[in-house]
Nanobody
Framework: QVQLVESGGGLVQPGASLRLSCAASGLTLDLNYYAIGWFRQAPGKEREGVSCMSASDGSTNYAESVKGRFTISRDYAKNTVYLQMNSLKPEDPGVYFC?????????????????WGQGTQVTVSS
């Protein structure tokens, strides 16, 4: 089965940058055959899509609140997914999860994904 392990979260001040990493293992296919995504969940809120990348054509999707600040990418040689987070704002914190889906979904919703990491905490505070 697919295993995903996130890292890179922490406590930062507004305007700072973080790069989250997600190491994948147990893949039955190369990483480029999976749709990948980053999601976040704040206390009392539903898990929401931050950024996703499709398996079919590599097209990307970003939440309106992070466009121009966050970038999703993947390193096929390392089986690793990244989320570069710049200009972090107080409304960005939460637990960030990486996820994968084996059928090439282009729907950036938690309900479309079937493999999940354990999450990494991001806190933005002045």
């Amino acid at each position: 089965q697919v295993q995903l392990v996130e890292s890179g979260g922490g406590l930062v001040q507004p305007g700072a940058s973080l790069r989250l990493s997600c190491a994948a293992s147990g893949l039955t296919l190369d990483l480029n055959y999976y749709a990948i995504g980053w999601f976040r969940q704040a206390p009392g809120k539903e898990r929401e899509g931050v950024s996703c990348m499709s398996a079919s054509d590599g097209s990307t999707n970003y939440a309106e609140s992070v466009k121009g600040r966050f970038t999703i990418s993947r390193d096929y040689a390392k089986n690793t997914v990244y989320l570069q987070m710049n200009s972090l704002k107080p409304e960005d914190p939460g637990v960030y999860f990486c996820a994968a889906e084996t059928y090439g979904t282009n729907w950036c919703s938690p309900r479309a994904y079937d493999s999940w990491g354990q999450g990494t905490q991001v806190t933005v505070s002045s």
